[in-house]
């Protein structure tokens, strides 16, 4: 896409031109053409006319002598300056006025711009000057009341097509439609069929919204208006509204268009009955405005109003309704092979070397959006050229999913021996557990390299398959697994420290989640305490029961999260040998890999009865997946 220019220049700059024109005319063409002409003429013809009392006034300098004569018009005449002591004395006696020089009377026109029109012009380009710099810090541009200021795009070779949009094969699916009654509005007139007015997309931040409405420019080769929603927000009541006027005015007259309002929550936020005496703020009156403008305009003459927002509960049901926004279509976060197709994409962008298997890092990647996996690929290319290198390798990709999930390794802390035998600890203690337990995803990575999110180690798990459901099982298993970094300290040292902060924090959530929103407390059954807020932001949740039902969920969170430490302690005890083993090569190589994890694991001697059944049984597992 690129931006339509607009080759109209502000009127001041003409006025400004014209005025330095006619400066420039008559300071040296007007008086060539108009002003009095001056003759040359030797010493002696002055002497002469002196003499016969021709001449009315003199003027003289130190290079020539300029004087005038008596005839009307009157004619004036130049001569070269002499050795003369007595001219003054000649010319007192002849009654003859001199000066030194002569001043010519100025143009009426000169005068008049001089005196006026350029003062005015000084003022005026000072103001401009001024007002546009008051416009970059955030003040006042009166020019620029009313008008939409949206970006107007129109397709090009560069455009963003559907083809530069991966792992939203739903999405783009209906939008299709959109782009097909652009292209072809008179199949679906024959038929009586009217295209929605308006497609509401919503999804997660970097999921691709604004590029998919880009790309449904991109198909239908129609112009594309673009406009965030706090740029309709003014400082004066009604400039919100006018705005909204005029971009949709512009819209009509380029139909067949595309009008994109990115979030859109800015101006279409529900009213609510009170607020602010009455509710009668800009804000309001931009949101009418363009209920206003939805409900006027003809959607069969081509103009399609899409709009992108995070927070779909809050938008106000008017703007919702059928006739207005009538479809609505989820941007979700991409699943395993949408990452894979969003890793394609943006690897064509950046030299692969041979054997990248993108579909590793795509399940290493669970829950990221397109964004992030634009960054993800950009942190690897960032990473081989710190290494002197021409390609990417799986190496690179594998390091930018650690920076992306846990920041960069932070080189400068330099840990005790002491902290850095316990991280060791607590970080098997986490990869034993999820080891020793059926069901549980396969242990990907272990390191204790500190991070710059503030993690001082980190055990990562990558499913081999897609998963879209959790068993009450799965949720216990994954609070042991959090419980058991702190197990394998106070099992191995007898205290504890403010390492597990975070897994405590996630253990109990999930643990509160099962008892509150999943239904998975007997004392309780299928009942809903909690209800979300922010769904697409990663919102809270807001708590709807009595004291006396509170003091009990919190009963039952603190007793399942105790059973899942207690399963952990007791896997960890059963193999204690092997948690000293592993801890003590992680404390020297920093960082193990899943396969060598499972290999120390799984080597002579035996494990304990009860914990070498379920090893067996997660080994299993991984050999299937």
Request: glycine letters at 8%.
């Amino acid at each position: 896409m690129k931006d339509i220019k607009n080759p109209k220049k502000p009127v001041i700059y003409y006025y400004i031109g014209v005025l330095v024109l006619i400066l420039l005319f008559n300071m040296f063409v007007a008086p060539r053409l108009f002003g009095p002409k001056v003759t040359e003429v030797p010493y002696s013809v002055f002497l002469d006319k002196l003499d016969r009392g021709e001449i009315s006034e003199v003027s003289r300098d130190d290079i020539q002598i300029t004087f005038a004569d008596k005839k009307e018009p009157r004619n004036i005449y130049k001569t070269g300056v002499m050795d003369d002591p007595a001219l003054v004395e000649r010319m007192e006696k002849a009654g003859i006025k001199f000066y030194s020089p002569i001043v010519e009377p100025a143009s009426p026109l000169i005068s008049f711009l001089l005196s006026w029109l350029l003062p005015i012009g000084f003022f005026m380009i000072i103001g401009r000057l001024m007002s546009k710099r008051l416009s970059k810090m955030g003040g006042l541009n009166t020019m620029q009341l009313g008008k939409s200021n949206a970006k107007i795009y129109i397709q090009s070779k560069t455009g963003v097509s559907f083809k530069d949009v991966a792992g939203q094969e739903e999405a783009k699916e209906a939008l299709w439609e959109v782009v097909d009654f652009l292209h072809n509005p008179a199949k679906y007139t024959e038929v009586g069929a009217v295209m929605p007015k308006g497609v509401l997309l919503v999804g997660p931040p970097g999921t691709g919204k604004t590029l998919l409405a880009k790309a449904v420019a991109g198909e239908a080769k129609v112009p594309f208006f673009s406009i965030s929603g706090s740029e309709f927000v003014e400082m004066f009541v009604g400039m919100g509204a006018a705005k909204v006027r005029d971009l949709f005015k512009q819209a009509e007259e380029k139909a067949p268009c595309i009008v994109f309002i990115d979030e859109i929550d800015t101006i279409g936020k529900r009213r609510e009955s009170g607020a602010n005496f009455g509710g009668n703020d800009e804000r309001e009156q931009t949101l009418n405005q363009l209920l206003s403008e939805m409900d006027g305009f003809d959607g069969s003459k081509g103009v399609m109003i899409l709009a992108a927002t995070n927070r779909p509960e809050i938008l106000d049901p008017a703007l919702t309704r059928p006739g207005r926004f009538d479809r609505r279509i989820p941007v979700e976060l991409p699943d395993l092979p949408g990452r894979v197709a969003i890793l394609k994409v943006h690897a064509k962008k950046v030299k692969l070397a041979p054997g990248v298997d993108l579909t590793r890092v795509a399940r290493a990647a669970a829950g990221t959006s397109g964004a992030d996996l634009a960054n993800l690929i950009n942190e690897a290319a960032l990473r081989a050229v710190r290494n002197n290198r021409k390609t990417v390798t799986q190496d690179d990709l594998e390091a930018s999913i650690d920076v992306v999930v846990a920041g960069y390794e932070k080189k400068d802390r330099v840990m005790s021996d002491k902290e850095k035998t316990i991280v060791a600890y607590h970080e098997v203690g986490h990869a034993m557990v999820a080891a020793l337990q059926m069901g549980s995803a396969p242990v990907h990575k272990i390191t204790i390299i500190p991070r710059t999110s503030g993690a001082l180690g980190f055990t990562m798990q990558v499913e081999q398959e897609e998963r879209f459901l959790m068993s009450k099982q799965d949720i216990e298993n994954k609070i042991a697994i959090l419980t058991g970094g702190r197990a394998a300290e106070e099992l191995v040292f007898n205290s504890i420290t403010t390492g597990a902060s975070n897994d405590i924090e996630k253990a109990t959530q999930l643990a509160r989640a099962m008892v509150t929103r999943f239904g998975m407390a007997e004392e309780f059954g299928m009942v809903a305490f909690d209800q979300q807020q922010g769904q697409y932001l990663g919102g809270g949740y807001s708590s709807t029961c009595s004291a006396v039902t509170q003091s009990k969920i919190d009963e039952l969170t603190v007793k399942i999260i105790k059973e899942q430490y207690d399963k952990a302690t007791r896997a960890l005890s059963d193999n204690l040998s092997k948690l000293h083993e592993i801890a003590h090569l992680l404390y020297e190589t920093e960082t193990l890999t899943g396969e060598q994890f499972m290999e120390i694991l799984s080597r002579p001697p035996l494990l304990a009865e009860g914990g070498q059944e379920a090893l067996e049984g997660g080994q299993d597992k991984e050999e299937q997946t």
